[in-house]
């Protein structure tokens, strides 16, 4: 699992070890107040932090226990820092009152809009992450489903109405990146690996190549491919550092001589990969 | 395709119909500043907003033509709103130069945390999502391709390891609340179809019986779960609204029979979902 809770230890922690305790508090999923605080925090590599996250704060009285065990951990353990996207004036007026470094991510930014806008915001708690927009809804489910069937080359049904189609040898981070597109973007994706039998060849694999406009290759390093693999089947000729090298270089002259866009994955995080790829499709839409 | 880049009008737009342009500038990926300046946005519902996301601005020539193109729908359509998450220095300045609204969702903040920790930030670009983490790559692969092996109900391997099992009628959302667990917590999921052949019975389905304690149910209302199995299979019992008031029903009853903890998906996006199952399986873990 990744660090979302790490465990709050209740005694004083050893001043050479201590670490600075880190709260995310927000009236919703928390999502958010993680992510922006995270990104925060990334600027400050040498401090280790202890982080917690509680969501759904949307009482008073929720508030109140908020505080009462941030104020626990900062007798023990010195004052928090509380990162909070709470909108209610009232739940940030008792937030307010902890014993804490108190980063408000929203509150400032909103008064900033109303200004920019001329209006009064609506004061109303979890609109955006709420399924008000049921298309939405269905889009998301719509997509993942579409991107489960069309993993791995898995189905050639409806491929011509893939908004993306990815293709990459195998272990290049096909799947996880498809998978993204459609949950955070809503994009039909498929994805198409990249074997033996794909080459030689000049053109892309038939089944893709109507639908070469909509292509993006993905490539790595041939040592992080290999490294990949391994986990998988240790020892073996798919995991050997020649193999890997060979698929590479043959994937990235196949996206070349097509006019295929392609980026290395070994660098890149997912939502970098998708962030890119949605760029690169946009203009050819 | 959910609505990330509304294409910009060229000519000005007549009064009547006059929308705010809202842009997103980001040194990285850009989802921090959609996520928060969405959730600023919402505060504004009666307000038309043309949103564009600009990724991966960190050179100042990049800053400058983000200018120009702010410059030009400002003298065509008004000031526009920008959300910028860049942190460089110098390239906030360029970007503060533009003739718009310019509400900056990090810099101050960083200034708030230099001064709860005592510590100058390292300025360095995108951080946050950055691979780095190779471990926390490797978990999401995994759990992506968990997730997809075990979608409903396919695969028996390996449910021993699996962090949460999602049981749940038929399109009761199961499959993408999986795949966000999966893709934003790295957490194992499986998730297991509840059909007419696991009734009647008082306990759980024999596959997912040994892991009640990490068990999570989902349920919605039978008018919702009607409109949705209408989608796929229109005028069939299947979808008929008795038939979805059965097994609502069922389902529901088996939950409590057997201390599964359940939510409603129907007035929830798939983020809340994940985040409430979060905290629901936290204490039993």
């Not at 406009?213 to 040592?223: K, M, V």
């Not at 290999?226 to 996206?255: F, G, I, K, W």
Request: contains cysteine; neutral net charge; aromatic residues 8%.
């Amino acid at each position: 699992m990744i660090d979302r809770d790490v465990p709050i230890a209740t005694g004083a922690i050893p001043a050479q070890t201590a670490k600075r305790h880190v709260y995310f508090v927000s009236d919703s999923t928390g999502i958010t107040a993680e992510t922006v605080g995270n990104a925060l925090l990334a600027n400050f590599p040498a401090v280790g932090f202890i982080r917690r996250t509680i969501p759904f704060i949307d009482t008073v009285e929720g508030a109140h226990n908020v505080v009462r065990e941030i104020d626990g951990v900062s007798a023990a353990n010195g004052r928090p820092i509380v990162f909070t996207t709470v909108k209610a004036a009232a739940l940030r007026e008792v937030i307010a009152g902890a014993d804490a470094e108190i980063i408000d991510l929203l509150a400032g930014h909103l008064i900033e809009l109303e200004r920019a806008l001329g209006l009064t915001a609506s004061e109303q708690l979890g609109q955006f992450h709420s399924v008000g927009n049921v298309e939405r809804y269905f889009a998301r489910m719509r997509a993942v489903e579409y991107a489960i069937e069309h993993d791995d080359g898995q189905s050639r049904r409806a491929l011509d109405i893939a908004d993306v189609v990815i293709i990459a040898p195998s272990r290049c981070g096909k799947t996880p990146t498809t998978m993204y597109l459609a949950l955070q973007y809503g994009l039909l994706v498929a994805n198409y690996p990249l074997t033996d039998e794909d080459f030689p060849t000049d053109g892309l694999p038939k089944w893709v190549a109507p639908y070469a406009n909509r292509c993006f290759g993905l490539t790595t390093t041939p040592l992080r491919l290999s490294q990949v693999r391994h986990e998988r089947r240790p020892n073996s000729t798919y995991s050997s550092l020649e193999q890997c090298t060979l698929e590479l270089r043959r994937a990235e002259d196949l996206y070349r001589r097509n006019r295929v866009p392609f980026l290395n994955s070994s660098t890149k995080s997912v939502e970098e990969m998708s962030a890119v790829i949605l760029q690169a499709m946009r203009p050819r839409a």
